[in-house]
């Protein structure tokens, strides 16, 4: 026998055992951790972002849709909600946040929807600390949602908001229940979206 070989076999009774012990445990731990795991991979390939689950639909259905007038349209088959407390003057200016659920594909948008307004949407909001102005132009479900995130902030904030039309800027969501009801209608909104 040369020097440089050796009869000691790699795989030793002792190191077998180690690694069944550990190959057990990391069976073991990502079983455990799947179970527990909330976030799941999308390996759809869709686009998650307007997806609603079933508990979140039947929650505004159930208990958030009274606050809101209901309008179905059956040939895109999609209800769509409008607040209430919105704003119901028929030659007034304004924008109204509109909640459409879609049940073909179990999604949910939010629509700016313009009254007696032509689109680009010119828009102002002022604290007593800051101000901004908005500027929105008709578009699809990802470009109103990038819009009412913008928003979002500022009434939070409780700004003061104006918009924009030929006759010079205007007061937009000017009553206590016109703010509260943008309030709720983002807050269900967003509330629909939760827990994909």
Known sequence: MGKGTSNDPIFTPELLKILKIFGIASVFIVLL????????????????????????????????????DREARSDAKMLLFRHKDRNQE??????????????LK???YIYLEPKNLDWPLNITAVTPTD????????????????????????VDAQAD????????????????????????????????????
């Not at 079933?54 to 606050?67: E, Q, T, Y």
Request: aromatic share 14%; charged share 25%; no cysteine.
């Open 33 to 68: 951790l799947s179970f527990f795991n909330e976030k799941r991979a999308n390996n759809t390939g869709e686009d998650q972002t307007f997806k609603v689950n079933d508990s979140n639909r039947l929650f505004f259905l159930n208990l958030k849709a009274i606050h809101y």
């Open 90 to 103: 028929e030659n007034k200016r304004g924008l109204d946040l509109v909640i459409i659920q879609n049940s």
């Open 106 to 108: 179990d999604e949910a």
């Open 131 to 154: 101000s901004t102005s908005f500027s929105f132009e008709n578009g699809n479900a990802q470009t109103f949602l990038s819009y009412v995130n913008s928003i979002k902030p500022w």
């Open 161 to 196: 908001f104006s918009i924009e039309s030929k006759d010079g800027w205007q007061p937009l969501w000017q009553k206590n229940e016109e703010q509260e009801a943008i309030k709720e209608i983002l807050n269900d909104y967003f509330k629909l979206l939760e827990d994909k």
